[in-house]
C-alpha cells in the first residue's frame, strides 16, 4: 500500500525566513497532490493543488514543487509569519476521488 | 453558517453504545467523506459517498456504518463502540472536479 512520509519533527524558524516541508511517498504514483492546513482543534483548509505534469505552482506566500521521479513534493511559505504556525498536511490521489493524507508536519513561526 | 457542520463537536460514550456523528453541508457537492485521524496515524478514510444511492467502504470501514440521507446529510455510526474508536472524527466534501476538499470541524469522540 502506499506510505505518505513528512517530516516527523516539528519545524522552527525565524519570522521572515522561508519555511520548506517536505512531502516523500512510496509504492505509488499520484495524479495530483494537495496541501493542506490544520489548525488545533479544527479540520483541514485546502491551499494548494498540483497535477503530476505540473513542476511547480504558486499562490500569494505559498510554493508548491511536485518531482515524480524523486517521489517527493516541497511546500514553501516564504516571509514568514507567526500567523502560518499550523501544522500542514500533503495528500495524494489519483483519480481525484480519494486522497491519501500524511502524518503531518507542525511548524512554529518565531516572532 | 458554516459550509460543513458536524455534530456533536465532542462526545463521550460507553464502550458498547451505538453512537451516530452527523455531518450536513451547504455546498451542494455530491461527493462526501468521513476520516478519522490520530495521533501519529493522520487522516485515514471511513466511508465515501459520491451520491445518495452510491456508498463506498474506504481503509478502515470495519466497526462503522454510514447512511446517506440526502445530498448535503451523510451521517457516520458506530454500531457498537469500542475505547481504540476514540479519535478525532472529520466529515468532508467535494465536487469531484479535483478541488481540495472542504472539512468540518470535526467531532472528538471518547469511548471509555
Known amino acids: 500500500s502506499q506510505k505518505i512520509e513528512q517530516n516527523s519533527e516539528a519545524l522552527n524558524i525565524q519570522e521572515g525566513k522561508t519555511a520548506t516541508l517536505t512531502c516523500n511517498y512510496t509504492n505509488y504514483s499520484p495524479a495530483y497532490l494537495q496541501w493542506y492546513r490544520q489548525d488545533p482543534g479544527r479540520g483541514p483548509v485546502f491551499l494548494l493543488l498540483?497535477?503530476?505534469?505540473?513542476k511547480e505552482k504558486r499562490k500569494e506566500r505559498l510554493k508548491v514543487t511536485f518531482d515524480t521521479t524523486l517521489k517527493q513534493s516541497l511546500f514553501h511559505i516564504t516571509a514568514s509569519q507567526p500567523a502560518d504556525s499550523a501544522t500542514y498536511l500533503c495528500?495524494?490521489?489519483?483519480?481525484?476521488?480519494?486522497?491519501?493524507f500524511g502524518t503531518g508536519t507542525s511548524l512554529t513561526v518565531i516572532p | 453558517d458554516a459550509d460543513v457542520t458536524q455534530t456533536p463537536r465532542n462526545r463521550i460514550t460507553k464502550t458498547g453504545k451505538r453512537i451516530m456523528l452527523e455531518c450536513s453541508q451547504t455546498k451542494g457537492h455530491d461527493r462526501m467523506y468521513w476520516y478519522r485521524q490520530d495521533p501519529g496515524l493522520g487522516l485515514r478514510l471511513i466511508y465515501y459517498?459520491?451520491?445518495?444511492?452510491?456508498?463506498n467502504k474506504g481503509e478502515i470501514s470495519d466497526g462503522y456504518s454510514v447512511s446517506r440521507q440526502a445530498q448535503a446529510k451523510f451521517s457516520l455510526s458506530l454500531e457498537s463502540a469500542i475505547p481504540n474508536q476514540t479519535a478525532l472524527y472529520f466529515c468532508?466534501?467535494?465536487?469531484?472536479?479535483?478541488?481540495?476538499?472542504?472539512f468540518g470541524s470535526g467531532t472528538r469522540l471518547t469511548v471509555v
Open positions: 459517498s459520491f451520491d445518495v444511492k452510491d456508498i
Open positions: 468532508a466534501t467535494s465536487d469531484g472536479r479535483v478541488h481540495g476538499y472542504t
Open positions: 495528500a495524494l490521489g489519483d483519480t481525484g476521488n480519494q486522497f491519501y
Open positions: 498540483i497535477r503530476e505534469n505540473e
